[in-house]
């Protein structure tokens, strides 16, 4: 608690020594100095007062050169103490004649009230006017007791180490209470010498001394007195401390031995393994070191000196390359995989039905396509080794379903701009105007999509860890039945990028065939591509599809234009999916997006410099919070 | 940190070094040394006194009765002496929590104003270390202020009996004119000062050893 003691000695005696300096003895040197002469006759007079406690006190005398009155009882001790107005000279309550010395009890003790001190002989009073006190003022504390010693450490070097003193409160002060503090104060030299350390008083039971010798022997003791006051008790009797050298060295040599010989010993052991050839030993210890190996490429053109050839390899060219896939989309970012499409409709159950019967058509249609997404996979099935060590090659069933959502779901909506209206006004159908309208109508608005690529629009995160899309998406989703069948075109689409284009145009038309009521496309637009205008009916009322272009003009994955739907222009907000658009701006440590990190938290206020000012409500140093509750009114 | 007293103890023990010891005889038979007049039995033979060992450190708080002498005219009860407060450790323990936080926060009240008036006062003090004084003084008062408000909080959660206080006004606004009566008026306060912030230490360190009962080494 010693930072709580400024605030609890707060009124604590601002002047203990502005007091001392105030009311220093200057009469006793006056006197003493104006008296030159030695046989000058000393009166009676006290010569101490003491009290141990705080409960009670004692006082003794001397008659000076006034041997005449050494005899018992002939002087007494007369005390006053202004209590009330009509106080008086009371004589002492107690005589100790054999130590001159009178004793006030508890009865007769006050605190705080002055008393005054005068000594009558026969007729005469002697009485100093500065013989007046106030009991707490003259209280010399009894030493502490039971003080002891042990050793904390030692030095690395061996030549000094520390130790913890400790001791017990003087039994006579009731600290328990708190009716009495108490600081202590230790004092130690060496043996022999005369000089005292002393260590800084402190309220604590136990002090550490740090820094004592080895092989030297101290001395000990220790003295207390009151908090915020000036007069110390006694010493108390001293203890010794003598710690010497420590044999350890020889412990520690014959371990230091045997380890050396133990290692020693296994090295040998091995290196008779190693020469002897023994092969099964040989395994267990040096195991074989795995050869390199790349995913997808011959270990023969790892060899040393056939670097012109990896590098062919895997630059794409020469035959059973690498695929130019853009694998790394989706495998180097681990975020990507574990998002889950979450249509949360009501009717999603529905849909999902649809979906996963049409995912499943999709599937066994383009098998060959989501094949050859799973570039990691499909290499570790046509490139078996020996290591297993491989990492973790996605689930080929689980990645198929969700990069066909993902990629449905992720890959943003590019209307190629003036193009996809291009493609609208080839169209020769009247009915197709209106829509080319909306077509163009909307082609103006997402623009800005094409600048920010693969970005999705997030909407919402759902509790279960699904991501809900932007409601450009949602509202495609939920307004159209051939939703799915609309993905699955974006996917045939984006496949074409990848693959062999000619087959998805098949699978295309396969397609559209299959699923006469695939009242969701602009079938002629597929023709066109194809090259046969199939007269599918047109579109029910609410959307539109945003014809891809075509499969030759851009490379890679820009170009990846899911057909977006354009919902009726009362429905479509072009500025709602804009406005709902956010960028992603963290991945946290669980892969899941943040678009909106946490801000930075905002600093505390600093603690004002004034010490005063930084003290709590709650008088410091005398309760504390948890103390509180056991204060009883 | 230290506590507060030492720091006081400290700094007036530099304050004390520079001053020059000035011994002259006043009419009252005392001596002005260190600038405070100490009375002084005057062609009295050699008589040790209690003061000459250090005995005490307040000057006399009454008149003396029956000595007869003439002397500097002093101030004779400090302004809270018509407080009721226990005397003894036996009386302190019995009194009950919420009387001992009233008398506390009573005590502490009645010296706002004192030590305004000490604190104004101290800068002028004829004495070599008023500087240091004032700032302690200042000290002092904030430190009061504090443990006030602590209090204050303390007694709201107490009970009703904690709330109650006891007025002690200070009359006196000026410690005096010439520069003897303004030492020892200042002294007397600070005298007074000294005992009722003693009183207030130990009344609220029996409080919290009370509370504390489950928890000795929180005493």
């Keep these: 608690m010693a930072v709580s003691s400024p605030s609890s000695n707060i009124l604590l005696l601002l002047l203990i020594s502005s007091l001392d300096w105030l009311s220093t003895p200057g009469c006793a040197f006056v006197s003493d100095r104006d008296h030159t002469n030695p046989s000058a006759p000393l009166e009676p007079h006290f010569t101490e007062c003491i009290s141990r406690e705080q409960e009670t006190f004692r006082c003794w005398w001397s008659p000076g050169t006034f041997h005449n009155l050494s005899t018992p009882g002939a002087l007494r001790v007369f005390y006053f103490k202004k209590e009330s107005p009509t106080s008086e000279w009371r004589e002492c309550p107690q005589y100790i004649h054999s130590n001159r010395e009178c004793f006030f009890d508890k009865n007769h003790t006050s605190i705080w009230i002055p008393y005054c001190m005068q000594l009558r002989s026969q007729n005469t009073t002697f009485f100093n006017d500065d013989d007046c006190f106030t009991v707490e003022n003259i209280v010399r504390p009894d030493p502490p007791v039971s003080l002891n010693w042990t050793l904390l450490n030692i030095s690395p070097s061996g030549l000094s180490y520390d130790v913890m003193v400790n001791w017990e409160p003087p039994p006579s002060a009731d600290v328990r209470t708190g009716w009495m503090r108490i600081m202590y104060e230790i004092q130690y030299r060496e043996r022999n010498t005369t000089k005292w350390e002393a260590l800084e008083m402190q309220p604590q039971s136990q002090q550490t001394i740090f820094g004592l010798h080895i092989g030297k022997e101290y001395e000990v003791h220790i003295r207390c007195r009151m908090q915020a006051f000036t007069k110390f008790g006694e010493f108390s009797s001293s203890i010794f401390i003598h710690v010497t050298e420590i044999p350890s060295r020889e412990t520690t040599f014959p371990l230091a031995v045997v380890l050396v010989f ?183 608005g997402p623009q800005t999509w094409v600048n920010t690529d693969f970005y999705a629009q997030v909407s919402n995160v759902m509790p279960s860890g699904g991501v809900v899309l932007s409601p450009g998406q949602q509202l495609r989703i939920q307004e159209s039945t051939s939703a ?150 | 940190m230290e506590p507060w007293n030492e720091i006081a103890r400290k700094t007036l023990k530099e304050g004390d070094g520079s001053q020059k010891i000035q011994r002259r005889q006043t009419l009252g038979g005392g001596v002005v040394r260190g600038g405070i007049v100490q009375r002084c039995p005057h062609q009295r033979p050699a008589r040790p006194s209690l003061a000459a060992l250090g005995q005490n450190a307040l000057p006399q708080h009454h008149t003396r009765p029956g000595t007869g002498r003439v002397m500097t005219p002093r101030p004779s009860m400090c302004h809270t002496s018509s407080l ?94 010439d520069r003897i009566s303004k030492l020892i008026n200042f002294h007397f306060l600070m005298s007074c000062f000294r005992r009722d912030s003693h009183k207030i230490d130990s009344f609220l360190k029996v409080l919290r050893c009370r509370a504390a009962k489950m928890q000795p080494e929180m005493c």
């Design chain 1, 262 to 444: 133990g290692i020693v010993g296994i090295l040998i052991l091995i290196m008779l393994i190693i020469v002897s050839q023994q092969h099964r030993l040989m395994m267990i210890l040096l195991p074989p070191v795995p050869a390199p190996k790349i995913k997808g490429i011959d270990p023969e053109l790892l060899k040393k000196g056939k670097l012109d050839e990896l590098n062919l390899f895997l630059s794409g060219g020469g035959m059973g390359g690498l695929s130019t896939y853009a694998p790394d989309f989706y495998q180097d970012e681990p975020w990507v995989e574990f998002i889950e499409l979450d249509t949360e409709d009501a009717d999603s159950g529905e849909k999902e039905d649809n979906q996963g019967s049409d995912t499943q058509r999709l599937l066994a249609l383009s098998q060959p396509v989501s094949h050859h997404m799973n570039i990691g996979c499909s290499n570790a099935i046509s490139f078996p080794d020996d290591d297993s060590g491989r990492a973790s090659c996605y689930d080929p069933d689980l990645l198929d379903q969700e990069t066909l959502m993902l990629m449905a779901t992720l890959l943003p909506g590019q209307p190629e701009g003036g193009e996809a209206s291009l493609d609208v006004e080839e169209g020769a159908s009247a009915s197709e105007r209106s829509k080319r309208a909306l077509i163009q109508t909307q082609t103006a």
């Design chain 1, 484 to 633: 799915t069948e609309e993905e699955k075109q974006k996917n045939i689409k984006e496949s074409e990028d990848r693959g062999d284009e000619k087959k998805q145009k098949e699978l295309q038309f396969q397609l559209l065939l299959v699923d006469p009521e695939g009242s969701g496309y602009t079938t002629e637009s597929h023709a066109r591509q194809i090259g046969t205008p199939p007269s599918s009916p047109m579109p029910g009322e609410g959307y539109q599809t945003i014809l891809p272009p075509p499969a030759e003009t851009k490379p890679a994955v820009e170009d990846n234009q899911s057909p977006y739907i354009a919902p009726d222009s009362p429905q479509f907000q072009f500025s709602a999916p804009v406005s709902d658009y956010t960028v992603v701006q963290e991945v946290d440590t669980e892969h899941s997006l943040l678009l909106n990190p946490p801000p930075h938290q905002s600093t505390p206020p600093c603690l004002p410099q004034h010490p005063f000012k930084a003290l709590p409500a709650m008088p410091v140093g005398y309760i504390t919070p948890d103390l509180l509750g056991h204060l009883s009114p």
């Design chain 2, 84 to 177: 009721q407060t226990p005397s003894d450790k036996a009386q302190a323990l019995q009194i009950s929590g919420s009387d001992l936080l009233s008398l506390a926060r009573s005590l502490l009240q009645a010296w706002v104003d004192p030590l305004v008036v000490l604190s104004d006062s101290a800068y002028t003090l004829p004495h070599p270390a008023h500087n240091s004084i004032s700032n302690k003084i200042q000290e002092l008062q904030e430190h009061s202020k504090i443990l006030g408000d602590g209090l204050d909080v303390l007694s709201s959660k107490m009970g009703p009996e904690a709330q109650t206080l006891s007025l002690l006004p200070y009359t006196g606004n000026d410690i005096g004119q």
